[in-house]
C-alpha cells in the first residue's frame, strides 16, 4: 500500500518539495518546503547541494513514489528550461539512486487536475492545494504550492489505478 508520495517541484535555485501521506484517508502534509541554492555558486556545487538536500528529504520519509513536474520548454525563455533540466536531472538520479518509482507530469496536467483550467495563474493553484488540503494558510513561497500540487496529482493518479489504497480528492 502506498503511504507516502514526494512530490517535487524542479528548480535550480528554489526546489519545492512536499511529503504527502496517502494512506486510504484524506492527503496528508507530512513535510514541505524549498531547497535553496545559493545562484552565486559554480552549477556543479549547486547541483551537488541540490542533490545532497533531496536525499535527506526522500531518507527521511522514504516516499513510495516521487513526482515530478516534466520539463517545460518556452520559445521565450530557453535558458530556464535548460537551468530546470539540470536540477530535474539531479532530482531524477537521486530518486533512482534511492530504488524510488518517479512519475512525470506536465504542468498543464496538474493545473487541470486542481483547478479544471491547463493555465491556470499561481494564485489558483495556491487557492486549490490549500482548499484541498485544508490548510489555514495559503502555502508559500509558489515553488512549495507547486510540489503539494505535482503530489496531488499523483496521488489522483494513483487513486484512479487503485481505489482501494486512497480515496480521489474532492473539488
Known amino acids: 500500500m502506498i503511504s507516502v508520495i514526494c512530490g517535487i517541484d524542479p528548480g535550480l535555485a528554489a526546489t519545492g518539495y512536499a511529503a504527502l501521506r496517502v494512506d486510504g484517508a484524506a492527503p496528508s502534509v507530512l513535510d514541505a518546503g524549498v531547497c535553496r541554492v545559493r545562484e552565486a555558486l559554480p552549477l556543479a556545487q549547486r547541483l551537488e547541494r541540490l542533490e545532497r538536500d533531496l536525499a535527506l528529504v526522500l531518507r527521511e520519509h522514504r516516499p513510495a513514489i516521487v513526482a515530478v513536474e516534466e520539463l517545460?520548454?518556452?520559445?521565450?525563455?530557453?535558458?530556464?528550461?535548460?537551468?530546470?533540466?539540470?536540477?530535474?536531472?539531479?532530482?531524477?538520479?537521486?530518486?533512482?539512486?534511492?530504488?524510488?518509482?518517479?512519475?512525470?507530469?506536465?504542468?498543464?496536467?496538474?493545473?487541470?487536475?486542481?483547478?479544471?483550467?491547463?493555465?491556470?495563474?499561481?494564485?489558483?493553484?495556491?487557492?486549490?492545494?490549500?482548499?484541498?488540503?485544508?490548510?489555514?494558510?495559503?502555502?508559500?513561497?509558489?515553488?512549495?504550492?507547486d510540489a503539494l500540487a505535482i503530489a496531488l496529482c499523483c496521488a489522483a493518479d494513483v487513486a484512479r489505478r487503485s481505489p482501494a489504497q486512497m480515496r480521489p480528492l474532492r473539488r
Open 72 to 145: 517545460y520548454a518556452h520559445y521565450a525563455h530557453p535558458r530556464t528550461a535548460i537551468l530546470m533540466g539540470h536540477a530535474r536531472g539531479v532530482i531524477l538520479s537521486t530518486a533512482a539512486r534511492n530504488g524510488l518509482e518517479v512519475r512525470s507530469y506536465a504542468a498543464t496536467r496538474i493545473k487541470r487536475y486542481l483547478t479544471g483550467n491547463g493555465r491556470a495563474a499561481k494564485g489558483q493553484i495556491q487557492r486549490a492545494v490549500q482548499r484541498e488540503l485544508g490548510l489555514a494558510v495559503l502555502p508559500e513561497p509558489p515553488d512549495l504550492a
